[in-house]
């Protein structure tokens, strides 16, 4: 049970990050980058690594994901005016 | 196989994946994630690999905190650096041919 | 200060902050007399490792490895440390006079990096040595996106694309090495690392090993190498070219030497080869340069190749190890008196061809000699400390009969003529009675000073040769 | 340090730390640039007669510092040492008396000075240097202090002539150190020793031979042996007593100066000749003092011509070398000082004619004698000493070398002597007669200083050459009185053959 | 081309150093013993908070050192962009901030309290501030930054020099930030608390002086 889980779970870590570097559309390749993130924490609770979990959902996927559609932000509002 | 195991090996495809967006991908901000990605591979693989016994080892767990500061400190300098190039140029890309006008 | 060790971090640290919090003023006169001090520890810390003969261990938090962090140092990191700090110093007064209190940023930014470099050479903790390789790495890029023009945030992204890629490979064989063994002190690891160890472990190696010489610019890892030194504001190029990248390729060594010296063995000949394709490729584009910074950058690219042919001929007589000491010393000290020449030249004529350093000679005598004496370095010719690496390192092929390499130093010395003559011929020119015309500064006696000072240590320290020998000797 | 340590060092420091001082100097310092000059060239002449004092008593003058593990900076005034240094001094008392005179009101005078003063220290270095590597340190040093002289006039011709005589000499000292290293790898680092360090058991014979090759094509470069004497026509570009120093005082001296340290030093003259070594070395000085002598016949320039008899001449002391046998010794070595006195008056002259007149060629040289009469008087005197003429310098060595090439059962480089000497007198004696026998025209090229009085021009440039041409006579008259050239070259030969035999 | 040859060779090395990882010894060294052996004298119940702020706390001081130099960087390009208004006011998502703003400076507090004998600490409370201040920021409530004025300058550094401080001082008795064991979880909370704000206050920078 808990190995299928595992091997669903890095798979599915696998092809969001895959997903990130594959999409055409930059704004849902940094989506799929904080769903990456997400997934990531589950891996670490999974490694009995909570610190981590927490810091990786707090910093890794929160603020990075925030730094990265502010830019995109940036990106897009440069491209309409 | 352990869940250290599993993941360690999903670390290693993350992070061979992560290396080759660096090197191939030209829009900048790709390449930031592309490295985020890398970064993540090699987390997994310390942790991985370290506790492929099933047990939880803090001195790894501690260096990937760490790792995950500096990744963010970098990921910041990265996406300062890109913003202030695009808000120059209008572009996510480098500049192909540098070094030649120089403009500076 | 009982030990000198752990005040060479501490205190480019505190002086880093201090610049933050206080701006560009107070902050250059903290940075000076924070880099006088550690001059002097540096100094001080040689002296007791010479004394001592071995390396010194200090036990960060008393735990001691592998629990907890080591600081160690031998003669080679001295040797690395009063560098760093010796070049940095004079850099500093350069720098000061050259900003004049625009571009806030230096300080704290030189600040961290000369803390990272200092615990880079201090530490012996592979974990550790990545924390150290993010600071460096990071400071530098920080340094040379400072200027904010798109060429220079161009060329620093590029820069730092290159030394993350660098850094997570190297962070990549950390984590294999701690998989495999469960320790990431050098101490602890140099006894378990054998020929017969798992293929991760040669992974590991081959990872770490890789990401360095990427972060040297090794060729074919280069391409970053001339935009971003070549683009940065004088002073920073100048710390980036003479001390940076000896940074990691001093980590390169290191760990070629110790834990991983029963791995290396078989392909010593790899690096040799790409240093011996640096030293012809970099100098044949510094030849074909057309401004002057490149020229210096691409320069830096073919001297930093003579480092890499010194791992085959690596043996008991320990005469390239010597040789790759003292290229790493002269280099030091020419490559950033000529940054710091090349940035007056540009300063005053206001232009950075080549061809327009006509005539600069009979303005500029001070400058162009210190441009001269750093060309002598790197050229190789005596006395300088560039002559006895390059002595030593034909001694060391001839004596294990790789005369290819004989031919590749040879010929590196003499394409470096070409290009150090190149500029030297035009500034030697009467410029023709148009150009005179043109409206030009004038020199600033710290800048013209500081650059000559740097230069002709870079060829006095040819006779202080035993000296550094000596010092390369204990404990390394 | 005691002082027999500190007597090299000093001669070294005499013309370095005046150097120094004057690139420190503003430019219109002139009196204190001159004083500074004169006073390092006075105390070196001082010190070199010291030294010969001392060394003609049997004393040992050794200095040594640890550069690197085994390899030491070395010198060492021995006899052969002093015949060099000595006439560097002397003659670089004249050049700097010349230049001073030569280059009133020039531009940049402290650069040009400052780089003269390093040339005679880098001159000084090579002659006392006890061993190789030292050698090589002071052998580059004068490629680099000689370029900014050579490139002094900022012209785009003054810019190729330099780049090609850099490009001769950095190519000729990277020979040069492959050689030393290589020999050093091979033999160990030794010092230059009477009779030759290196013995048959030491390499393999074909490697030894390499290294002779390498490091005499290494030194031939500057004492420009056919076919490395390209750079030589070209660097005359230069002005008047940079030539001077080149042709006599330094460069091309501090090349022959080299063969002599290897051939007898390095080698040994009887290890070199088991080699089969000094044959082909002779067999390349002839071809190059006919070759010299040939091309010297169809320059119109004078300076050109002058440069072509220069590498005629030099080899002359390498045949000397090559001759096995103390005559042949004794011949070359003399006229390594011959040939710098009698080289040095034709240069000055050359440029009394090109500052007084404008004079720069051969055919523009109808009547200077008249205008000119002393300067054309020691032109005469330095080119009959070329020719070989009786009373002068030139005779003394042409007789001992002839007398070595019969020592030596080389009998056909006498011939290559009297057909040197038929092309010396081929290329000199149209310029006496016009100079002397033809009218003058009715104006000069370009007339800059007009005759005063008896004084035909500038006393400091009249004062040298003079001087230079009385040497020429008086070496060759008092030949065989104590302290001549040709006794001191007696003293050497002695003492490297004493040790050989 | 290009493109093929760098994912063949990715995609080579991710097998090869795979089927390297499947085959491995036990570990010669066992850390985790150790740590467990000297949790006593650490002053801190945790393991991984011993860890990081104990037995490899060296490696903490130079990344805090990294952020800040980060930060640094941020401001030094960043000034330079126009100044821009905060975002569009959106009143769902400002009452949502008004209400979690404060939940997660109590969070935050939490955490930080935790990490002494269980998950938590500095880190993850300053990101939890961070957080807040970005998600007020988002919300229209507090403006992007300028150039830091003298206070905050102070407070983004003030963390990274009391553990400074409290690393040379230690200095005088013993090693690099050897703390005696009496004294360790007091100094290490000391630096905690005064890291959580720094660590608030550079990660929310990176955020707002950027945007």
Partial sequence: MGFAFDLLLALALLWSAWRTLATPDIFRAVILFIVFGLLLTLVWSRLAAPDIALAEAAIGAGLTGALLLDAIGVLRGRKKS | MTSGLIFACAGVVLFAMGTAGVVLLDHLLRRILAFNLMGSGAFLVLIGLAQRDGMPDPVPQAMVLTGIVVAVAATALALALARRLFALTGGYGLPQSEAKDGND | MTDPLPWLILLPLLWATGAFLLGPARGARLALAGTAVQLWLAFALAAKVSSAGTALHHPVGGWGAPLGIDLAADGLAALLLILTQFVALPLFLYARAYFAGKSPAFWPLAGFLLAGMNALFLSADLFNLYVTLELVGLAAVGLVAMGGGAQQLAAALRYLFATLVGSGLYLLGVALIYGVFGTVSITALTPLVTADAPPAVWFAAGLMLAGLMAKTALFPFHYWLPPAHGGAPAPVSALLSALVVKASFYLILRLWLHPFAPLTQVAAWLPALLGGAAILWGSWQAIRAERLKELVAWSTVAQLGYLFLIFPLLGADRLALHAGGMQVVAHGLAKAAMFAAVGVLIQVTGRDAVADVAGVAARLPVTLFAFGLAGITLMGLPPSGGFLAKWMLIDAALLRGRWDMVVVILAGGLLAAVYVFRVLRQAFLLPSSGERRRVERRPVATLEWTAFALAAASVLVGLRGMEILRLLEAGT | MTANEALPLAVIASSLLPGLAIFALPERSVALRSALNLFGALAKLALVATLLAGVAAGEDYAFRYAVLPGIDLAFKADALALLFVTLSAVLWLFTTLYAIGYLENAPHRSRFFGFFSLCVTATMGIAMAANLFTFFIFYELLTLATFPLVVHRGTPQAMRGGTIYLAYTLLGGTLLLAGIVWLNALAGHAEFAHGGYLAAGDAPNWQMQVIFLLLIAGVGVKAAIVPLHGWLPQAMVAPAPVSALLHAVAVVKAGAFGIVRIVYEVYGIEFAQSLDLLAPLAVFAAVTIVWGSFRALFQDDLKKRLAFSTVSQVSYIVLGVALFGPLGTVGGLVHLVHQGIMKITLFFCAGNFAETLGIHKVSEMDGAGRRMPLTTLAFSIGALGMMGAPVTAGAVSKAWLADGAEAAGMDWAIWVLWTSSLLNAAYFLPILWRAWLRPAPAAWPEERIVARGRRETAWLLLLPPLVTAIMTLAAGMFAESPGSPLEWAKLIAAREYRVAH | ?211
């Fill in chain 5, 1 to 211: 081309m290009k493109r093929f040859a760098v994912a063949l060779l990715a995609a080579l090395f991710a097998v090869a150093l795979i089927a390297a990882l499947l085959e491995l010894p036990a570990p010669a060294v066992d850390l985790p013993a150790a740590v467990g052996a000297k949790m006593a004298e650490s002053g801190i119940a945790h393991p991984v908070t011993a860890v990081l702020l104990n037995f490899r706390g060296y490696d903490t001081l130079l990344e805090i050192g990294v952020l800040l130099l980060a930060l640094i960087v941020v401001l030094a390009v960043a000034a330079r962009e126009e100044a821009k208004q905060p975002a569009v006011a959106d009143p769902v998502l400002q009452t949502l901030a008004r209400i979690a703003a404060p939940l997660m400076l109590l969070a935050a507090v939490y955490l930080l309290w935790a990490g002494a004998f269980r998950p938590g600490g500095a880190f993850q409370a300053g990101a939890v501030l961070a957080a807040a201040a970005v998600l007020l920021h988002l919300a229209g409530l507090a403006a992007a930054w300028q150039k830091p004025g003298k206070c905050l300058r102070i407070g983004l550094a003030a963390g990274f020099l009391v553990f400074l401080a409290v690393a040379a001082g230690l200095l005088v008795e013993g090693a690099l930030l050897q703390y005696p064991p009496a004294w360790a979880g007091a100094l290490i909370l000391l630096i905690e608390a005064t890291l959580t704000v720094s660590l608030g206050l550079i990660l929310a920078g990176l955020f707002l002086f950027l945007s």
